[in-house]
């Protein structure tokens, strides 16, 4: 199986239909911005996948029209509402049907909240690199970053492909069929402060899903 990264591609529209970390979620109308089921306040909004890039880009599968991965993690009290957890309610994975998205919208914070902002400081665009068939992830990633003018920095991840784990296998059954689910996206904490993502410092996170069953899973290692 081969490695595709996700590197850095510049900045994108906030509302942009394209795979990208912060920004705003798009979602079919009516959709409700997430919330941790232990702190009840809203959830952090970290990226948007679309599942067609890895048809196109990863080799997994060329339907066009496949659903959009968002996912949300709590960041109201790092480490207290268990958000590395895929059941605690700390993090959301929803996968979403393509047509009639829009963006959800925001929850406004009170001043006085010391709720953390519920978006990322800046918006990611991706692109994609396949590396050789033979290379796993930490090895694509090494090789890419050697090339001149390049920084591991800017190596947001992967798509597709085989989880580069942590600490101990945590691959999830779907929770509706109890099939192994596939790995959608591994994502890298993030190139700079305004762009990061709390996995615990210098974590990694990883998505999965189900597509016929319509679920997802999300979790973090650190």
């Not at 700390?90 to 406004?108: D, M, W, Y």
């Amino acid at each position: 199986m081969t490695t595709t990264l996700m590197t850095y591609a510049g900045t994108t529209e906030p509302t942009a239909f394209v795979t990208r970390t912060g920004g705003v979620p798009l979602a079919p109308a009516g959709t409700s911005w997430p919330q941790c089921s232990t702190c009840d306040g809203p959830m952090q909004f970290l990226a948007q996948v679309l599942l067609d890039d890895l048809g196109r880009h990863a080799g997994q599968g060329a339907v066009e029209g496949r659903d959009v991965l968002a996912l949300f993690m709590c960041q109201n009290d790092p480490g207290m509402c268990e958000e590395w957890d895929p059941q605690a309610g700390g993090n959301r994975a929803l996968l979403f049907p393509t047509a009639a998205l829009q963006p959800i919208p925001v929850p406004v914070l009170d001043e006085d909240d010391d709720q953390e902002p519920v978006l990322l400081g800046a918006v990611s665009a991706v692109a994609y690199e396949t590396a050789s068939t033979t290379a796993d992830y930490g090895q694509a990633y090494t090789e890419w970053a050697r090339q001149p003018g390049r920084t591991p920095l800017d190596v947001l991840g992967q798509l597709g492909g085989q989880p580069a784990w942590l600490q101990n296998d945590e691959t999830p059954a779907c929770p509706t069929c109890t099939r192994e689910m596939r790995l959608v996206v591994q994502l890298e904490e993030g190139r700079d402060h305004a762009t990061a993502m709390n996995f615990g410092g210098r974590g990694e996170a990883y998505a999965f899903a189900c597509e016929p069953c319509t679920q997802a899973v999300f979790l973090w290692q650190c």
